[in-house]
């Protein structure tokens, strides 16, 4: 039996081929194992993927077709299902991945309310467009999407379904296959190292209140594979692909209580070989510690990333950031003190965001002066607390209201059909950012004029403080 797998373009990327999709890799690795035959269609940056969909269909007896997408890929996605569909009219197109996962706990939720929401309607509307919808792990679902007769919706975000992976399988499982696609085309560096991307463990257990999969535990429950497990994919890639650099894309590295052991294996490997990794990864900042720092560094972590998001005391209350602005700034400075140089990934649009609150925001980074930052505007994804309990405005139509009980500051989001629209997702940087929330305070408009003048995401080819923040 032949299976084809199809990774969609991002066309919101101002370049695709940094980051491979790892998920849909993991699928074809235990497909494989299986003795399955499989082909991976990776259409990162690929501009004419709907010809390229078709030359395949028109070419190959293939007819069991998955697809995963993230919501910003889903207008590509929707486009990639109506190609096959005309070529292949017996095809059968399973749709897997991050969207249906957070549309699929939305819709849940609806259903134990019993309410018929936006959730319900975008879940139908998948329902409607797919054969087989996949929520939550893929490696065990689908073979149950590949039998005779399977339900329409397989959910694997369920903790006690045996879909769900455990500690256990997700070390048993074989490593990303990624010799199905072309590694050579893609291209980053961590301090001109060439790297390729890996995940070490899935879930982040904290519960900010913009985040996508609060209600997923799929997103929400912590899983981890051994220490031995995660150097023998490092291992595995070095000797493999000849790579020195490793992106760890895990949500929060130090939410492993056993962080620490894992960087000094990795640097006992480094001493095996005689040679040095380089590496960088996500770390929470409350959790920060001198010791996880110096092993990191130890480890060939040059670069870390941290979701600081605001630089307001208000802010970071409002979105359960569960982070202070004081903690952050130790985090930095803890960082500085082990020669780690940090990110600090920003964003406004939050409720009760004002011209005041993005000034703090602005005046704290010129305070702390991380070595790179990005700031983006808050789009309110199907999933975050932020759409799920958002509710209409009575005298507005296409307005939906999210109220932060605590403080009963409001955010208002434009109704947005994600199978069509991906403009809300970081947007043009030379002036085609798009704002499709706003606040009581700051309209639209507002919003992308502060990002630009007074916050301006950096072009990742220049300097972060060659651009400067403007005063």
Sequence with gaps: MKIC????????????????????????AVLERSGASVDVIDLSGIQNYES????????????IFGITATTPQLPATIKILKTI?????????????????LVNAAYKRERKLDINGRATLAFKQLESSFDILVAGDGEEAIFEALKDDPPKLIDADIPKSSLFLTNKKLTENPFPARHLVDVASYHYKIDEVSALSMIAQLGCPFECGFCGGRASPFLRKVRTRTSENIV???LHIYHTYGIRGFMMYDDELNVNKK????????????TRLNTEFRLRGFIKAELFTDEQAEAMYRAGFRWILTGFESGSPKILENINKKASQEDNT???EIARKHGLKIKALMSIGHPGESNETVMETRDWLLNVRPDDFDVTIITTYPGT????????????????????????????????????????????PDGGYQSFVYTDY??????????????????????????????
């Design 330 to 332: 130790r985090c930095i």
């Design 442 to 471: 700051l309209t639209p408009k507002e919003l992308v004029d502060l990002r630009h003048t007074k916050i301006h995401t950096i072009n990742p080819n220049f300097k972060v403080w060659d651009f400067y923040l403007i005063k």
């Design 5 to 28: 797998l199809i990774i969609p373009p991002s066309i919101f990327l101002l370049d695709e081929r940094v980051f491979m999709t790892l998920g849909i890799l993991k699928v074809a």
């Design 52 to 63: 390229a969909i078709e030359d395949y269909c028109l070419n190959s007896e293939t007819i």
């Design 232 to 234: 023998a994919e490092i």
């Design 259 to 270: 962080m620490i052991e894992l960087m000094n294996m990795i640097a006992e490997a480094q």
């Design 85 to 101: 569909k005309a070529v292949k009219s017996d095809a059968k197109v399973i749709l897997g991945g991050p969207h249906i996962t």
């Design 385 to 428: 607390p932020y759409y799920d309990y958002a509710v209409p405005h009575r005298d507005k139509p296409g307005i939906w209201i999210y109220t932060y009980e605590k403080s009963g500051d409001r955010l208002y989001s434009i109704e947005i059909d994600y199978a069509k629209i991906a403009d809300y997702y970081k947007g043009d």
